[in-house]
């Protein structure tokens, strides 16, 4: 009795971002398509499938419905990752691939600018920060509601 008293208690878990922990954990279905898509996007053992929460951050849109936190690792190297379920398959949301083209350039700023004393290294570098701009300007933001447009009124 105890136990379903419990059980019954799982949907009002919190995350930190207000967001519940679905009734349902994650399906047998959808471990094999997050594998797939974990092949892909961070190669390596996946070490953990967190539990899978109801809602997106705003930054995902609407056409999300539900995330999870999923981290592979390689030698040396853990790579985490939220991914979204995007009208109803896994699939990384377009802040979770924002933020991944703003580290890779990061990443690969040294060889985008070349060396210092380069005859081009002003135009490149000129280049990399326009595209750093671009990048920064193309962040996915937040819908406003119409009661939070009234609200700031």
């Given at each position: 009795m105890k136990r379903l008293a419990l059980l019954a208690l799982l949907p009002l878990v919190v995350t930190a971002a207000?967001?519940?922990m679905r009734y349902e954990n994650i399906h047998d279905g959808e471990v094999s398509e997050?594998?797939?898509?974990?092949s892909e996007l961070a190669p390596g053992a996946i070490v953990d499938i967190d539990s899978v929460y109801?809602?997106?951050s705003c930054e995902e849109g609407p056409a999300c419905t539900d995330q999870v936190w999923?981290?592979?690792?390689?030698?040396?190297?853990?790579?985490?990752?939220?991914l979204s379920r995007m009208e109803g398959h896994w699939a990384l949301g377009p802040?979770?691939?924002w933020q991944r083209e703003i580290a890779d350039l990061y990443r690969h700023q040294s060889e985008f600018l070349g060396?210092?004393?380069a005859p081009d290294f002003a135009a490149?570098?000129?280049a990399y920060n326009q595209h750093m701009l671009e990048l920064q300007m193309?962040?996915?933001?937040c819908e406003a509601t119409p009661s939070a447009s009234a609200a700031a009124r």
């Open positions: 207000g967001r519940h997050i594998q797939q898509l974990m109801e809602g997106c999923v981290v592979s690792h390689q030698p040396g190297r853990n790579t985490g990752l939220w802040y979770e691939k060396p210092r004393d490149r570098r000129d193309s962040k996915p933001r």
